[in-house]
């Protein structure tokens, strides 16, 4: 949350950006994920075993290393005003073992794309002073830019609520199905076995909020999968 027609500023805008990145946008990694990855491990291993053993580590525990992480990394790129430049030294200062492509990639993305976008929060005012005096507010799609929707901000357009070709989004479906295999393993624990079949209510507002969790997770319980373009 910020003021509005107010760009954060501190600690409230590393934080910002870092949430910003916390999920996949469209074919970029999330940021969390991208450290793991960097870290040597599967990210979707971790996050599916948060009670896992990890060569001695917990799931939970490794992920909220990578988050600390995060954390350090995003301050290391604030104190170099997000320069892209700054990138190459900071992660190589954190020694990973593995493969740092990724991050470096969501790390690009961050100074590249979503600062000029976050910077641009004051538009909010100047389109709020427009509209109020007929002056045209152009469109943009509406949602939650932390759940992977980077690509509608700036926020204060006018938006509307959603397109369904992008339902659900590839954040969405990775989250469906995170949340069908939990389902899964709870009931096989509880009942031993997988249940006959399953009711689901989908809510139209956490549709769009959530660009589509709830449909993600019922197209895993069916047994398909999205097909994406691009």
């Known amino acids: 949350l910020h003021i509005y027609g107010k760009v954060p500023e501190g600690k409230l805008y590393d934080n910002l950006m870092r949430m910003l990145v916390r999920v996949r946008n469209g074919n970029i990694p ?11 491990y599967d990210p979707e ?21 990578a988050v ?25 200062a954190e020694a990973f073992p593995a493969s740092t492509d990724d991050l ?31 002056r045209f507010v152009p ?13 509608i901000l700036p926020t204060g357009r006018n938006f509307y609520a959603g397109d369904p070709a992008q339902i659900p989004s590839r954040a969405a479906w990775e989250m469906g199905g995170k949340l069908a295999r939990q389902m ?27 660009c589509g969790e709830d449909f993600a997770e019922c197209l895993y319980l069916m047994g398909v999968r999205p097909v994406y373009l691009g």
Not at 30 to 40: E, F, K, P, V
Not at 139 to 151: D, E
Not at 192 to 209: H, S, Y
């Open 45 to 65: 291993q971790v996050k599916d075993a948060p009670a896992g053993d990890f060569s001695g580590v917990s799931g939970s525990m490794l992920y909220e290393g």
């Open 68 to 92: 600390s992480a995060a954390r350090r990394i995003t301050a290391a790129l604030s104190a170099r005003q997000y320069d892209p430049d700054g990138i190459e030294p900071i992660v190589a």
């Open 139 to 151: 469109p943009a799609l509406g949602g939650n830019p932390t759940r992977g929707n980077v690509s």
């Open 184 to 210: 899964l393993a709870q009931y096989a624990e509880q009942e031993g076995g997988l249940p006959e079949g399953v009711a689901m209510v989908v809510w139209a507002g956490n549709t769009l909020k959530t």
């Open 104 to 134: 470096k990639r969501v790390l690009r993305f961050l100074c590249e794309v979503v600062k000029p976008k976050l910077d641009h929060i004051t538009d909010e005012m100047d389109h709020l002073i427009g509209g109020t005096s007929g």
């Open 30 to 40: 999330s940021l969390n994920d991208s450290i793991l990855t960097a870290q040597g």
